[in-house]
Nanobody, 119 residues
Framework: VQLQASGGGSVQAGGSLRLSCAAS????????MGWFRQAPGKEREFVAG????????YYTDSVKGRFAISRDNAKNTVYLQMNSLKPEDTAVYYC?????????????WGQGTQVTVSS
């Protein structure tokens, strides 16, 4: 699976951005998808995740109520709608695809897209 993230940019606090992550391949729906972020000098952290069917979503506490993850399996794309952005949301955002079966664990990362929020 190859992942291509896009949609980052610079916004003022309170603004919105929508990130997209397009995946290659015909088995996109088997992958749980996630968004992670890494700020300068900090470790990469989980932001949001969604199950293969899209029926289950997960968020880190700091973004609950502001961010929404969704996916379109027909388009092989996962989205992260980010509203009410704060300066502390500034980071490089990465999308992730994850799948496990009896053969092993499969983990793929996109190249990252920069999000900068100014106060």
């Amino acid at each position: 699976v190859q992942l291509q993230a896009s949609g980052g940019g610079s916004v003022q606090a309170g603004g919105s951005l929508r990130l997209s992550c397009a995946a290659s391949g015909r088995t996109f729906s088997i992958y749980a998808m996630g968004w992670f972020r890494q700020a300068p000098g900090k470790e990469r952290e989980f932001v949001a995740g969604i199950s293969g069917s899209g029926s289950n979503t997960y968020y880190t506490d700091s973004v609950k109520g502001r961010f929404a993850i969704s996916r379109d399996n027909a388009k092989n794309t996962v989205y992260l709608q980010m509203n009410s952005l704060k300066p502390e949301d500034t980071a490089v955002y990465y999308c992730n695809a994850e799948y496990s079966d009896y053969l092993g664990d499969y983990d793929y990362w996109g190249q990252g897209t920069q999000v900068t929020v100014s106060s």
